[in-house]
């Protein structure tokens, strides 16, 4: 498949183009620092675009030929740091595919944008409304707009916090919607697995048009006393929303 990432100079992105690389695919990024990309140059099947997200031209160029993208761009936390990188991008972007006949964008955003009693604590009561503020708020913003919008094929995945762990080989648990329910220790997952995760959305149609909170399995391992390779015996089930591990 041929595909444009973006905030792909990002810790998640370099995964996402890294991994999309070892898949096979054939990789565009735009890039407004290229020089940041930290993957293996120069590659046959990678082609790195000096340009702006928030330019229509720009994305335009870069995604012609291309059969999806992924956006791992992602904001600025800070008490007054404002925020439009997700809801400006997708404005962009969505225009860019609606012209080009580009179907397929997946996206991230984050566990929680919407409120829930379950969320983790530290999240609802500190870096929410804090920190994060005015990055939530706009990545509710894109959200809102996906969810309204029916020309184009959207996924939104939404981890909890990111680690800098390698890939697990295990499917993370997921379910749709704000959170990954029924977790009550810890939650996180790594950015390797996350980006592992965005590009099987490519391959299957479970996740289409949806909001998909996932989670390391390792979490509910941690939780249920187990070591967290069991969890590949168990697939990445909780109740009974599954995505098997391609
Ligand atoms: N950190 C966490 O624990 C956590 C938890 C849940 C969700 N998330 C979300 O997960 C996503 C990935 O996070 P991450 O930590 O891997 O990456 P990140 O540091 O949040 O994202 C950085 C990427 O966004 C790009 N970017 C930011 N502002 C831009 C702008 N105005 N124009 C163009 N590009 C811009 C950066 O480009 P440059 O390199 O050029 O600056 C870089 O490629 C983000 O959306 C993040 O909010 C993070």
Sequence with gaps: MRILIVGATGPTGQEVVRQALDY????????????KLNVPQPSPNL??????VFKLEDVKGALTGCDAILSALGGKPGLFTACDVYSKSYDVILKAMKELSVNRF???????TQDDPELPYLWRWVFK????????ADMVVMEDK???EEGINWTVVKPPRLMDHPLTGVAPLT???QLVRGIPGKTHIGRADLAKFMLD???????DRKLVAICSAACAAVADGKDAGDMASVGNSVDGDKMGDK
Excluded: F, Y
């Design 201 to 207: 959305c490519l391959t299957t149609p479970q996740w």
């Design 24 to 35: 096979g695919h054939n990789v565009k990024v735009l890039a407004r620092n290229p020089d």
């Design 129 to 136: 409304p804090s920190l994060l503020r005015n990055v939530v």
């Design 146 to 148: 996906l969810l309204k």
């Design 175 to 177: 379910m749709e919607g």
């Design 106 to 112: 997946i996206t991230v955003t984050s566990w929680g």
């Design 47 to 52: 082609e790195v675009i000096h340009g702006d």
